[in-house]
């Protein structure tokens, strides 16, 4: 059973533009939601993370959104650059579970130029 | 900081062989570290979670005696594939849990690829 679900599954976006990916989860448990990016070849890294008591964290040109009502999450890239041309994986964690992620399937972005 | 080393980044080995891969953190210590497998174009599956000085936690379908895990110290831990087969072949990556501040969360090694002949 998928906890995190993720869409879209592939974005084109054109540079300049706005990219933006939504979660959704089960869990209220959850009480932390990273969001990672990951390179062809590479492993994931930490981009941005926000906790369920905050509606929104913005950092640079990355911002979360988040729903505890309607149990959503969403991230926003704004001004998308080429090298944001990655795949992004949101997903929940559960403090008693010892850090454990329930990632989503993931987003394969492709920005143009 | 918060910086986790995989070595070796690629291998290749014959089928029926054995592979250890190491996962370190260089600059914290973690007491929980996760073991992951990803294929092309799919998330990260979790195989095991891996605390320090105890018997690692294997998800369910994950075979236990062909993925040793062994969490020595807590900047190493490091997984073995014993007798390992084509359909073994596949993107490993580890990861390390800390805690910093109010930040609870996992860094990510850059992953071995493991190419079995």
């Known amino acids: 059973q998928q906890q995190v679900k993720q869409s879209p599954q592939s974005l084109i976006v054109q540079k300049g533009g706005i990219s933006i990916i939504n979660c959704a989860y089960e869990n209220t448990a959850f009480d932390y939601f990273p969001w990672y990016q990951q390179f062809p070849g590479k492993g994931p890294a930490l981009l941005i993370a926000?906790?369920?008591?905050?509606s929104e964290k913005k950092e640079g040109r990355f911002t979360i959104s988040f729903n505890k009502s309607a149990k959503q999450f969403s991230l926003h890239i704004m001004d998308s650059q080429p090298g944001d041309s990655a795949t992004y994986f949101c997903a929940g964690v559960r403090g008693s579970t010892l850090g454990r992620l329930y990632f989503g399937r993931g987003t394969q972005l492709t920005v143009w130029p | 900081g918060a910086v986790v080393s995989q070595h070796p980044s690629r291998v290749i080995c014959k089928s029926g062989t054995s592979v250890k891969i190491e996962c370190r953190s260089l600059?914290?210590?973690?007491?929980?570290m996760f073991w992951y497998r990803q294929f092309p174009k799919k998330s990260l599956m979790l195989m095991a979670t891996s605390n320090e000085g105890s018997k690692a936690t294997y998800e369910q379908g994950v075979e236990k005696d062909k993925f040793l895990i062994n969490h020595a110290s807590l900047t190493l831990s490091t997984l073995t594939v014993t007798s390992a087969h084509p359909e073994d072949s596949s993107f490993y990556i580890c990861?390390?849990?800390?805690?910093?501040?109010?930040?609870?969360?996992?860094?990510f090694g850059p992953g071995t690829r493991l190419t079995v002949l």
């Open positions: 600059d914290f210590q973690a007491t929980t």
């Open positions: 926000i906790r369920p008591d905050v």
């Open positions: 990861s390390a849990r800390t805690s910093w501040g109010d930040t609870d969360t996992q860094y």
